[in-house]
């Protein structure tokens, strides 16, 4: 015998059917790799940096991911951001931190403006993107933060669902944005062994920073220390 439903009760299920549809596409993301040149010579001045900065000697440039470092990149297009990661030495560009190494700055993962999540190189692999604390960091970069080009909320969206899915795969303490870095010196964490080496940060912004905080609030994350 078949029953009959009520108006009603057809709404009731389309929104049901609705709802999860939304859920599963605002709760799945893809992860498109594009990866940088991570050639012979990245790898030796990716170990010779573990080596000269943090008294780390290594056979290959791994590392154990224990935080989250977001930032932005002040360059308006996606192209131009990868171009400034993809090669193995830092450009002639940026005299401010090339005495300390010629390795150039590169991060994981590279976030367009339209919120399109790029892997540059695998998590656990070092890239130079946060001083003291590269050897434990995996870093974040999104496309933009300039006046012209504000970060998104596409790119806050897409943050905060990053940093739930590398949660999911280790063991992250922290989540800090790039301006943060200095609060770790004297930490456990901290192996920058040069006092003299440190840059002013401002990325990837205080309230960009705060609304991915608020959004992943239940994982629980240690506070940043204060400063020194």
């Not at 990866?35 to 290594?58: A, K």
């Not at 692999?125 to 970060?151: F, K, Q, S, W």
């Not at 006092?195 to 608020?214: A, H, L, N």
């Not at 992943?216 to 204060?226: A, E, M, Q």
Request: glycine residues 6%.
């Amino acid at each position: 015998m078949y029953r009959i439903l009520r108006p009603k009760y057809l709404n009731y299920c389309f929104l049901i059917v609705i709802s999860l549809v939304i859920f599963s596409c605002a709760s799945s993301k893809e992860v498109i790799d594009r990866p940088i040149v991570f050639n012979e010579e990245r790898e030796t001045l990716t170990l010779e940096y573990l080596s000269e900065r943090y008294g780390l000697e290594q056979d290959k440039p791994t590392i154990v991911p224990r935080m989250i470092v977001l930032h932005w990149t002040a360059i308006p297009t996606f192209e131009g951001s990868f171009d400034a990661f993809e090669r193995p030495k830092l450009p002639t560009w940026r005299p401010d931190i090339k005495n300390m190494s010629a390795l150039n700055v590169s991060a994981h993962f590279l976030v367009a403006q339209d919120g399109t999540i790029y892997r540059l190189m695998p998590e656990t692999i070092m890239g130079r993107h946060v001083i003291g604390l590269n050897h434990c960091a995996i870093g974040i970069e999104n496309v933009g933060g300039t006046e012209d080009t504000p970060l998104t909320e596409a790119q806050l969206k897409s943050n905060v669902w990053l940093v739930e899915y590398l949660s999911k795969k280790y063991d992250i303490g922290y989540l800090i944005g790039h301006y943060e870095y200095t609060n770790f010196e004297g930490h456990e964490l901290w192996l920058e062994k040069d006092d003299g080496y440190r840059t002013k940060k401002t990325d990837p912004g205080k309230k960009f920073m705060d609304d991915v905080r608020k959004a992943t609030k239940r994982l629980n994350f240690k506070p940043v220390p204060s400063k020194q």
